[in-house]
């Protein structure tokens, strides 16, 4: 079984900072893509930034600039640098993360969520 555990989410000001992490844990071979989502009241979930075991990344257009992820491979964690938030940051972040793992006839592709952590932009 494999599990993602967010941390790092909370009430901030607009302009302010916060730092989202992600750790894998469970019975898995390999991780390749991990990245962030987001998801605000009433809207689709949508991609934040995504990075792959080979280093490429991409980002929203909504954040470049101001978000920045990066990735410890040794340690299974992405994390995510918020700055520069804005009121319209405020979303429910998710973790996503794409893995090999033990299957009945093989190794298999398998996608995980986290759980979701609350980020809150308000004055």
């Known amino acids: 079984q494999v599990q993602l555990v967010e941390s790092g989410g909370g009430l901030v000001q607009p302009g302010g900072s916060l730092r989202l992490s992600c750790t894998a844990s469970?019975?898995?071979?390999?991780?390749?893509?991990m990245g962030w989502y987001r998801q605000a009241p009433g809207k689709e979930r949508e991609l934040v930034a995504g990075t792959t075991s080979g280093g490429q990344i991409n980002y929203a257009d909504f954040v470049k600039g101001r978000f920045t992820i990066s990735r410890d491979n040794a340690n299974n964690t992405v994390y995510l640098q918020m700055n520069s938030l804005k009121p319209e940051d405020t979303a429910v972040y998710y973790c996503?993360?794409?893995?090999?793992?033990?299957?009945?006839?093989?190794?298999?592709?398998?996608?995980?969520w986290g759980q979701g952590t609350q980020v809150t932009v308000s004055s």
């Open positions: 469970g019975s898995f071979f390999r991780i390749n893509a």
């Open positions: 996503k993360a794409d893995m090999v793992v033990p299957g009945g006839y093989g190794p298999s592709a398998a996608r995980y």
